[in-house]
Antibody, heavy 122, light 107 residues
Framework: EVQLLESGGGLVQPGGSLRLSCAASGFTFSSYSMSWVRQAPGKGLEWVAIVSYSGTDTFYADSVQGRFIISRDNSKNTLFLQMNSLRAEDTAQYYC???????????????WGQGTLVTVSS | DIQMTQSPSSVSASVGDRVTITCRASQDISSWLAWYQQKPGKAPKLLIYAASNLQSGVPSRFSGRRSGTDFTLTISSLQPEDFATYYCQQTNTFPHTFGGGTKVEIK
């Protein structure tokens, strides 16, 4: 059974940093891209970032480019999101999700974790 | 970035109704569109990928179609467990943007 378990959320002051983790199990982690998606309270889904199966390729939403870093440790089946220079508008539930590749490109997210809440406030 | 415009933002319907949700891409995304269902307090669930392919385990009352840059998700006969919010996501070009969501409510 595929399981994704996020951790690391919490309350942080504006300008601060936080590192989220996503522990994966039930599938060959090193064979799949992984993504972070967030959802502000009462709002819709926002795609945040993606990392390739090997960790060599990453892409980011414009809203987090230069502030967030997505990475992975395939030896520990764990995905990370390092969040720096946090702003109030980064307040959201953060989900990690497993990608599915079609012809070598991620085309959908088939498993999601339950999320971890990040609150940016003074 | 590609903008995904979903409509309507909400719809009220009864059990047994046919419900159609539309998602329009701001530019060509081929058929690289996925649909997700999200219930309150829960993670999203993949329903359809590549515009019209049903994810394993998803009931056949859900279907998807593409017409150019317009995409539709149809629920042929709404069931009580289908009341939720639905999102489209384009996966043609980074960033993989989501639509704003459509809340399906009980009439």
């Amino acid at each position: 059974e595929v399981q994704l378990l996020e951790s690391g959320g919490g309350l942080v002051q504006p300008g601060g940093s936080l590192r989220l983790s996503c522990a994966a199990s039930g599938f060959t982690f090193s064979s799949y891209s992984m993504s972070w998606v967030r959802q502000a309270p009462g709002k819709g889904l926002e795609w945040v970032a993606i990392v390739s199966y090997s960790g060599t390729d990453t892409f980011y939403a414009d809203s987090v480019q230069g502030r967030f870093i997505i990475s992975r440790d395939n030896s520990k089946n764990t995905l990370f999101l390092q969040m720096n220079s946090l702003r109030a508008e980064d307040t959201a539930q953060y989900y990690c999700a497993k990608g599915v590749l079609i012809l070598g490109v991620t085309r959908m997210l088939d498993y999601w974790g339950q999320g971890t809440l990040v609150t940016v406030s003074s | 970035d590609i903008q995904m415009t979903q409509s309507p933002s909400s719809v009220s319907a009864s059990v047994g109704d046919r419900v159609t949700i539309t998602c329009r891409a701001s530019q060509d995304i081929s058929s690289w569109l996925a649909w997700y269902q999200q219930k309150p307090g829960k993670a999203p669930k993949l329903l359809i990928y590549a515009a019209s392919n049903l994810q394993s385990g998803v009931p056949s009352r859900f279907s998807g179609r593409r017409s150019g840059t317009d995409f539709t998700l149809t629920i042929s006969s709404l069931q009580p467990e289908d009341f939720a919010t639905y999102y489209c996501q384009q996966t043609n070009t980074f960033p993989h943007t989501f639509g704003g969501g459509t809340k399906v409510e009980i009439k």
